[in-house]
C-alpha cells in the first residue's frame, strides 16, 4: 500500500497568513493527489484534484502543487472559515489511501 | 449537482451485521462510482473500498474484504454498504462518496455507526 505522510498534524495561523501543509507518498504517485476539507462534524469537501487543478466554486486562495512524491496545499491569506482539517489522498492505485490530516486553527 | 443522502444512526452489538444506505439523486446513478470511507472517532479517514470503472469492478481494502458487501439498486438509485462481524472497532461514521476519476468529488453527510455491548 501507498502510505501518504502528511505535516505537520497540526498548525496555528493568524487571518491573512499562508499556510502549507505537505504530503510525502512512499512511492511515485505521479500527479495522482487530492485534497479535501473537512469542518467539524461535517463531511469531508473535495478542493483539489491532480495535484494542482481546483475543484468549481472552490475559492483561489487555495492551491496545490508537486509530482512524484512530494506535495504541497497552500492557502493563501487564511480565512476564518478556513478552520478546519486538511487530508491528502493519493489515487494513483488501490488502495486509496489518505494522509493523516491536518487541524488548522486560528492562533 | 450530485447529491448522497445516507441512513440514520445505527447502534448494534458486537457480532452483529450492519446496512447503511445512500440514496444519489442529481446524476444518472449507473454513470456514477460509489466509495466508502470511514471515520473513527477523532481519527482520519479510511478508505474501504469502491467501484472501479477501469476494471469494472468493487475492489475493497484488504482489512474489510471478507466481512464488507458493497451492493447497489439502480432502480431506486441507491447503494448499500453491509458490514459484517461487528466489534467496538468498527464505531466510526461512515462516508459514502461518488469517485469515478479516482478522487472523491461528492460526499454523503455520514452514517454513525456505534457498536456496544
Known amino acids: 500500500d501507498i502510505q501518504m505522510t502528511q505535516s505537520p498534524s497540526s498548525l496555528s495561523a493568524s487571518i491573512g497568513d499562508r499556510v502549507t501543509i505537505t504530503c510525502q507518498a512512499s512511492?511515485?504517485?505521479?500527479?495522482?493527489i487530492t485534497w479535501y476539507q473537512q469542518q467539524p462534524g461535517k463531511a469531508p469537501k473535495f478542493l483539489i484534484y491532480?495535484?494542482?487543478n481546483l475543484e468549481a466554486g472552490v475559492p483561489s486562495r487555495f492551491s496545490g502543487s508537486g509530482s512524484g512524491t512530494h506535495f504541497n496545499f497552500t492557502i493563501n491569506s487564511l480565512q476564518p472559515e478556513d478552520i478546519a482539517t486538511y487530508y491528502c489522498?493519493?489515487?494513483?492505485?488501490?488502495?486509496?489511501?489518505f494522509g493523516g490530516g491536518t487541524k488548522v486553527d486560528i492562533k | 449537482q450530485v447529491q448522497l443522502v445516507q441512513s440514520g444512526v445505527e447502534v448494534k452489538k458486537p457480532g452483529a451485521s450492519v446496512k447503511v444506505s445512500c440514496q444519489v439523486s442529481?446524476?444518472?446513478?449507473?454513470?456514477?462510482?460509489i466509495h466508502w470511507v470511514r471515520q473513527a472517532p477523532g481519527k482520519g479517514l479510511e478508505w474501504m473500498g469502491g467501484?472501479?470503472?477501469?476494471?469494472?469492478?468493487?475492489v475493497f481494502a484488504q482489512k474489510f474484504q471478507d466481512r464488507v458487501v458493497m451492493t447497489e439498486d439502480t432502480s431506486t438509485g441507491t447503494a448499500y454498504m453491509e458490514l459484517q462481524r461487528l466489534t467496538v472497532e468498527d464505531t466510526a461514521v461512515y462516508f459514502c462518496?461518488?469517485?469515478?476519476?479516482?478522487?472523491?468529488?461528492?460526499w454523503g453527510q455520514g452514517t454513525l455507526v456505534t457498536v456496544t455491548s
Open positions: 489522498q493519493q489515487y494513483e492505485n488501490v488502495p486509496r489511501t
Open positions: 462518496a461518488t469517485g469515478g476519476q479516482g478522487y472523491l468529488d461528492s
Open positions: 467501484f472501479h470503472p477501469e476494471e469494472f469492478e468493487t
Open positions: 442529481g446524476h444518472a446513478f449507473h454513470e456514477l462510482s
Open positions: 512511492q511515485d504517485i505521479n500527479h495522482y
Open positions: 491532480d495535484a494542482s
